[in-house]
Structures are given as C-alpha cells and as structure tokens.
C-alpha cells in the first residue's frame, strides 16, 4: 500500500459510520472498577466506555467524582452510575438473570481474552484494586473469569489497560 492511497478520515466521515443512536444505560456492557486505586485510570476507562458504547459504574468514594470530572475529555456527559457498597452492588448483579458477570482476574479456569466471546445479553466486566485484584469475595460472584495473556516480567496490567482490552473484546470490536 502506498502512501497516497490512505486517506484519513474526516469528523463527519467518523459521524456517519458510527452507530445512528446513542446506547440507553445499562442496556447491555457495564465497567465496573470496584475497588479502583489512580483516579487517572479511572478517567482513561471512562473514554474507553464511551468509545465502546458502555456505562461505568463506580463507588462513590470521595476523590472519585473529581477524578472522573478530570479524566472526562468527551466534553459531554458520560454514562457514570454510582454503585454505593461494591459487594452488595455486586450481588445484585450477579443475581440478575439477564446479566453475566465477567472478572479480569487470574484465576483457575479463566477464559483467554482472545476466546472471550462478545457479549450477547447485558455483560458486567468487574475489575479489581490495581495491586490486589478482585477480592476473593467478590470473586465468588463472577460467571467468568477473563486472563489476559502476558509474556513480560510483570503479573498484570493496570486497571485501564485491562479493562480497555476486555470492553473492547467484549463490545465485539476487536
């Protein structure tokens, strides 16, 4: 492929091609950083969940509304909901029955991110504290546990990086 062959898609280019409406909330993919830790993942997930079509659900601890209101560089409101305790949100949840709740956790018998299958009825992706992961009583409430695969030193990625593979994933577009 040549150089002169690419042409870069303009704004209105990116309008037309994207979906014609907007998503109703809680409609089908949910990002819920439970127990998050850097207020600068939490802003990157929020774009990650517009750019996917997802909500993102988060305790309301005292520095997470500020960090929200500076990682949003949308300039319109995003699709944030407040979870209150993260164990009983998280029950109730998984005690929906059109709902799946999927972990990014390693964890026996987690799927591998490339044979995770896109979502296809209302899926909640949990990620846990970015140095401890999902705590093991909240690990009793996933349907599935989803591993990203890693060939470096480190034993995960952070709370962003996670969850933007798996929505992604998730979301059908990757």
Known sequence: MTA???RVKSPRDLRTERRPRTHSCWDHLVAAPLWPLHGA???TLLRTCDAVGACLAVPKLPWVPDALARGNTLRKPACVHWT?????WLSRQHARKDTSV???ELADGAV?????PAARTRTVLVLG????GIPPEAVEL???AVEIPMIGTG??????VAGSLVLYRLAGLL
């Open 4 to 6: 002169s062959t690419v």
């Open 41 to 43: 993942n939490l802003g």
């Open 84 to 88: 209150g305790d993260q164990l009983t």
């Open 102 to 104: 999927v972990g990014a």
């Open 112 to 116: 591998r991110l490339a044979d995770l």
């Open 129 to 132: 504290h970015e140095r401890d």
């Open 142 to 144: 996933l349907d599935l």
């Open 155 to 160: 034993a995960s990625l952070n709370v962003a």
